[in-house]
């Protein structure tokens, strides 16, 4: 064989090894020359099917940005004395990728226990309205400071917090229970009836009658009633009406039971005046 050597094998063009074109084998010398092994060949054919398997996804951790993959080309020509750990160190020297991305606000936290109970007839306060947030802000109670609530359990007081920086923290709320003990007061009434102060005494309908936050308004027969508890109470008495002046009726107590609330609204004079008018 041209250009072989007695103990070496036939060298081709660019210094690698002679092959049987037709029998895909490399050749083997003759007179007992060293045959080149079938495992030039499964190298060659294990680094070929290396570099074109599916993507190598080299995961990169880039700190204060965005995680990114970089990927090895599927056809990149890579030297086979370039191990894969050598490969990844070399993908792994990737820029840093800036990535823009939205902060939400936070929602502030808020700590409020369920009060302790209170007596019927005691006014809710900063003892049981006591919620605090975990940043500056106000709160908003429901039922506010100074409402007295009726006797039972598991009322339910609510707080809103709207925090001093708006465009960082949301608005946030919280609900608690409160156990009000005590029995209702006894339901009393104060019932009337408005007429005119003349002799007849004629029942006036639509008459405003207003005692405290209450206010009604008389029938055509005259009355009214009020449901209130016991204690004492100032009513006042209007009639949408210039003949008539406003009455009043003061202190009527319902102590010892139901009211009575009887009412003569005042007629204003009425008269003729004559005379000549002299311009002077």
């Known amino acids: 064989m041209a250009g ?3 103990g070496f094998p036939y060298v081709g063009a660019g210094g690698q090894p002679g092959r049987n074109q037709n029998l895909g084998q490399p050749l083997t010398s003759k007179g007992g020359f060293l045959s080149i092994r079938n495992s030039i060949q499964e190298k060659e054919q294990e680094e070929s099917t290396l570099l074109n398997s599916a ?5 990169v951790s880039v700190t204060g940005k965005v995680n990114k993959v970089i ?9 086979n004395r370039i191990g894969i ?6 993908n792994n020297a990737a820029p840093n990728v ?5 902060v939400n606000q936070a929602t502030p936290i808020i700590t409020w226990a369920n009060p302790a109970d209170i007596t019927y007839g005691t006014a809710l306060s900063g003892t049981q309205l006591n919620a605090a947030a975990s940043v500056p802000g106000g709160f908003v109670y429901t039922p506010a400071a100074g409402t007295v609530l009726s006797a039972g359990a598991n009322q339910i007081l609510h707080a809103a917090f709207t925090p001093t920086d708006t465009t960082n923290y949301t608005v946030a709320s919280k609900n608690v229970i409160i156990n009000v003990t005590g029995t209702l007061p006894s339901i009393l009434y104060i019932n009337g009836t408005v007429t005119n102060n003349t002799l007849l005494g004629e029942p006036l309908a639509g008459v405003t009658v207003t005692t405290g936050s209450q206010t009604t308004t008389t029938g055509p027969d005259g ?10 109470y100032d009513l006042t008495f ?9 009455g009043s009726l003061n202190a009527v107590s ?6 009575n609330g009887d009412f003569a609204l005042q007629l204003k004079p009425v008269g003729t005046i004559s005379g000549t008018v002299t311009v002077v």
């Open 4 to 6: 072989s050597k007695a």
């Open 55 to 59: 993507d190598i996804a080299i995961p």
């Open 71 to 79: 990927r090895a080309s599927q056809n990149e020509l890579i030297d």
């Open 85 to 90: 750990s050598e490969l990844a160190a070399e």
């Open 98 to 102: 800036d990535q823009a991305f939205t």
């Open 223 to 232: 009355k009214y009633s009020f449901a209130v508890v016991s204690g004492s």
């Open 238 to 246: 209007n009639k949408n009406d210039i003949r008539y002046y406003t």
């Open 254 to 259: 319902t102590v010892s039971g139901d009211a």
